[in-house]
């Protein structure tokens, strides 16, 4: 099954993790520079959670910022 959030659709995303040497302007060096990149992924924090859907209690997967928002009714 898919990492994806039942409610907002929030999934996987990929990006880079990127590595830098030298020191910054501001600290008086000449500036960061990149070295290189690495492919990485950014992953949702996708909990399995019993909702109250239709007035009955169902098993959804369901990311943690729907929750804190409410957009969820935890089932008892």
């Not at 830098?20 to 949702?44: E, H």
Request: charged share 30%; aromatic share 2%; hydrophobic share 35%.
């Amino acid at each position: 099954m898919a990492r994806v959030c039942d409610i907002c659709g929030k999934r996987t995303q990929v990006g880079y993790q990127i590595e830098r040497r030298g020191l910054a302007k501001r600290k008086g060096g000449v500036g960061r520079r990149i070295t290189g990149r690495t492919k990485r992924k950014f992953k949702a924090n996708i909990q399995s959670i019993r909702a109250l859907v239709n007035g009955g209690a169902k098993r959804m997967r369901v990311c943690t910022r729907c929750i804190s928002a409410g957009k969820v009714i935890k089932a008892a």
